[in-house]
């Protein structure tokens, strides 16, 4: 006779507290099963990176060490989830399924309705968790606030784990294969630590002593690294909630000492939830304008550009050094995001959906859910957001007036004095000669002040298209917080 047994499904919820499924599941009758699947149809998808891949497979040793003491692991799967699920539930008399809601592209979307029929074929019940607040089927955001609020503030789970008799699943025919073994088990140490306990060392350092400065030093490429919270990464995969991170912050000491800053965090961490709710409502927005109307707008798209962009060649020292450093250490603050899409789809002229898929690779922190929108938002093809223009010269002299930022990454320019540092190319071969220095890096692609000006009049001009106009209505009506007074996290 088979064995019952439950499963949980681990997705972008690699974590042991705050933890709905392991709760509902460690509290039934039945044992439970913990599974992670790799699955090869979103390794090969392309905002799919080897960076994201480590962060997970590191994050469940984390959790595997902690199990080990249970006598239990998160058993995983390299294969299709449907084959998985197929084999499992004919390994074993499986009752229910446990996970979270997953807001992500529509490849997981369409996976899930599979699994979903798979199990209710077999007379399975998939019990699905809402995530950090994200609520499902919602037609508009009329007292998505309070309910946000209650949610955050509800207690945190914690999980009355129940020692197992055994290690459940020996053999199975879907191990991870050779070759990505030897992908997964290498981590860098350019990138952040990832796991459960990574998480808290960054979320308590932020609130000892990093965040006091959050403010003043958001903005600025190098200060921005220790003043800015850093637990994307964290809250992408799941090593923490979003309720966890909130309660954290109100009741930390150093609240009362630091309360702009923290607040200002706080504040964010409803953002993340904001824009993961608008994915979860229209995940078309990884392939389609926000709003349909920017569909009929046309770019340039130069390859060129796009080549140099991506390589971070660009001739525009904080343009390159930020994707440099994004490369190496998977992390940039939010306006050097800004400013690279915006350099990329208003002065260079270049479709956004040509870009999207390289930054989500590189952001350790990948989270469709924010991605999408915000790529969208900065590309101007919202319809419904300030349309910003960042002048990469202007953000380099405003966010980091010495070059430190600059010279770190870019290394050609290194012995360019401070006077210069934004602008190389003023440079001229006389004062070249003078200083000593030969400088091998690109001149600028493009004319920023003329690209600006031609960017600004095709951005905004289009606005006033009448199905610009029409969308935006509709945007305003499913998107938008009844609620529009500005709050924190501590209602
Ligand atoms: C083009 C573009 C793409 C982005 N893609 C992602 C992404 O894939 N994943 C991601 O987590 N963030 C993304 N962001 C938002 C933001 O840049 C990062 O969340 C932030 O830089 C993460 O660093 P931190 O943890 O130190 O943030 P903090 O400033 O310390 O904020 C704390 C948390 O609040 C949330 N948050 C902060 N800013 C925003 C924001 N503007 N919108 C939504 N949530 C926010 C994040 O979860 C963040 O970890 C993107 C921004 C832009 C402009």
Redesign the pocket.
């Known amino acids: 006779m088979k064995e019952k047994r439950n499963i949980v499904w681990l997705k972008r919820d690699l974590r042991l507290m705050d933890h709905q499924p392991l709760l509902q599941a460690t509290n039934e009758e039945c044992d439970y099963l913990i599974i992670y699947i790799f699955e090869p149809c979103m390794i090969i998808y392309p905002d799919c990176s080897t960076r994201h891949l480590q962060f997970v497979h590191h994050s469940l040793k984390d959790l595997n060490e902690k199990l080990a003491e249970l006598n239990r692991q998160v058993h995983v799967f390299h294969s299709d989830a449907y084959a998985v699920f197929d084999w499992i539930t004919n390994q074993f008399d499986i009752q229910k399924v446990f996970s979270y809601q997953e807001s992500g592209i529509e490849l997981t979307w369409e996976r899930d309705k599979e699994i979903y029929s798979l199990l209710k074929e077999k007379g399975i019940l998939w019990k699905e968790f809402q995530r950090d607040g994200v609520i499902r089927g919602i037609k508009d955001r009329i007292n998505w606030d309070q309910q946000w609020y209650a949610f955050v503030n509800e207690p945190i789970l914690s999980i009355p784990f129940k020692k197992s008799d055994k290690f459940e699943v020996v053999d199975h025919p879907f191990p991870v294969s050779k070759e990505l073994m030897e992908i997964l088990e290498y981590y860098p140490d350019s990138l952040q630590p990832p796991g459960e306990k990574m998480a808290w060392k960054?979320l308590k350092s932020?609130c000892e002593d990093r965040?006091k400065n959050?403010n003043r030093h958001?903005s600025k490429p190098l200060e921005?690294r220790s003043s800015?919270?850093?637990?994307?990464?964290?809250?992408?995969w799941g090593n923490l909630s979003?309720r966890q991170?909130v309660q954290f912050v109100i009741n930390h000491p150093n609240y009362a000492h630091h309360k702009r800053a923290f607040d200002?965090?706080l504040?964010?961490?409803?953002?993340?939830?904001?824009?993961?709710q608008k994915f979860e409502v229209e995940c078309s927005y990884e392939t389609h304008c926000v709003n349909k109307g920017y569909e009929s707008l046309e770019y340039t798209n130069d390859p060129k550009l796009i080549v140099a962009w991506k390589e971070g060649r660009t001739g525009f020292p904080l343009v390159d050094a930020c994707m440099r450093c994004l490369q190496e250490t998977g992390?940039?603050?939010?306006?050097m995001?800004?400013m690279?899409?915006s350099v990329f789809c208003h002065h260079f002229d270049i479709d956004w959906r040509e870009g999207?898929y390289h930054?989500?690779r590189l952001?350790l922190?990948?989270?469709?859910?924010?991605?999408?929108?915000?790529?969208q938002?900065?590309?101007g093809t919202t319809g419904v957001n300030k349309i910003r223009m960042y002048n990469p010269v202007k953000q380099s002299k405003d966010h980091d007036p010495k070059g430190v930022f600059i010279k770190k990454w870019v290394k050609e320019l290194e012995k360019v004095p401070e006077e210069f540092i934004h602008e190389p190319w003023n440079l001229t071969e006389i004062e070249k000669t003078m200083l000593g220095i030969e400088i091998n890096y690109p001149h600028p692609m493009i004319d920023l002040e003329e690209a600006g000006k031609r960017a600004r009049t095709k951005i905004w001009g289009h606005r006033k298209d009448p199905e610009v106009k029409k969308e935006s209505s509709r945007i305003v009506r499913t998107h938008t917080r009844n609620n529009s007074k500005r709050s924190n996290a501590q209602k």
Request: contains cysteine.
């Open positions: 960054y932020f965040g959050y958001i921005s800015c919270g850093r637990i994307s990464p964290y809250l992408a979003i991170c200002g965090l504040t964010r961490l409803k953002w993340h939830c904001h824009f993961i992390w940039i603050n939010f306006r995001r800004a690279l899409v999207v930054l989500a952001f922190d990948y989270e469709p859910g924010i991605h999408y929108p915000q790529f938002m900065q590309a």
